[in-house]
């Protein structure tokens, strides 16, 4: 098993909150405790990163799991994705860490994952934000109409990354001190691709709530 950071730094205004993000229920539960139940067994130690009005985050996550040995590492001042990682870089105990952005849900299989060697990244198929127009197929009898209209599809010649990573903690003493993962490391890192058909939900405005909400019930 290995080490596992769980980036929370982020606020909730693009959620219309003014609370940390990581705090913002979805389905009666935090976005943080969404994270920690699902990794909890199985990762081998948890290290939460945290940013604005992290103390909030802390005393939630010390609260509501006290059985857990819970590590918090926060950042006095902003230093973006790439930089909070290596604020916490003291802290990890393995060759390997898996990074997990907080807003980021999915259901990868770790086991798995981990057989992987190297840096990793994680990546789904994006969904179009979109309804698209589609021209009927000429044969289709039940059709009313020369088009179909389908509601934010998968697109499924692409792949985003969904937010998880395993990285070497090595390669993480050449992170900037302040930077982004996606636009001043990955350009620069050398890494395998990990293909996540499974579950993958993103959280940036509250729509996305209501579609989380409205598939979990």
Aim: charged residues 30%; negative net charge; hydrophobic residues 35%.
């Amino acid at each position: 098993m290995i080490d596992c950071i769980i980036l929370t730094g982020g606020r909730g205004l693009r959620m219309s909150a003014e609370m940390p993000k990581a705090l913002v229920r979805v389905n009666d539960k935090e976005l943080i405790a969404h994270q920690i139940d699902y990794l909890k067994d199985k990762v081998r130690k948890i290290i939460v990163a945290t940013g604005y009005r992290g103390e909030e985050v802390e005393n939630f996550l010390y609260e509501t799991y006290p059985e857990l040995s819970i590590t918090c590492i926060r950042e006095i001042e902003p230093l973006g994705t790439a930089g909070a990682i290596k604020n916490a870089v003291s802290e990890i105990e393995t060759d390997r860490v898996l990074v997990v952005n907080c807003d980021d849900i999915c259901d990868i299989n770790i086991e798995e994952l981990e057989k992987m060697p190297g840096n990793i990244i994680c990546v789904h198929n994006p969904y179009l934000p979109f309804g698209i127009i589609k021209r009927n197929v000429a044969e289709d009898e039940e059709s009313m109409g020369r088009y179909e209209f389908l509601e934010k599809p998968i697109m499924k010649g692409l792949w985003s990354s969904c937010g998880w990573y395993i990285l070497k903690k090595g390669s993480i003493g050449h992170f900037p001190t302040r930077g982004s993962i996606e636009y001043n490391v990955f350009p620069k890192l050398d890494f395998e691709i990990y293909r996540h058909l499974g579950k993958w939900y993103t959280f940036n405005s509250p729509k996305d709530i209501e579609v989380f909400e409205g598939e979990n019930r």
